[in-house]
């Protein structure tokens, strides 16, 4: 059985400012202040990163007077860490019976 990875949401990772703040929101919830100060990104570039992983369900907003906190939703980096996990297995199994399909 073929294991599908979810390749919007690898594109949507892929990008190293996403993924820097994807690494900072798994540590703590930060409003775009913080993001900025520990990203060194302009406030607009951030926020249209954040838009993209709003967009893609990994993170979600809280409102807390004029600011707006991000929190990293872990669901969604375990379901992709699951389809990788899910491959792994599929490349183990496929390596024990040494399938390996014949050349016409």
Known sequence: MLTSVDTDLLRVLADPLRLQIVTLLAEETLCTTHLIEETGAKQTNLSNH????REAGVVETEPCGRFTYYRLKPDVIASLAGQFAD????????AEHRVKRSCP
Do not use: D, F, Q, Y
């Open 50 to 53: 954040l838009k993209v992983l």
């Open 87 to 94: 491959l792994a297995e599929t490349a183990r199994a496929t």
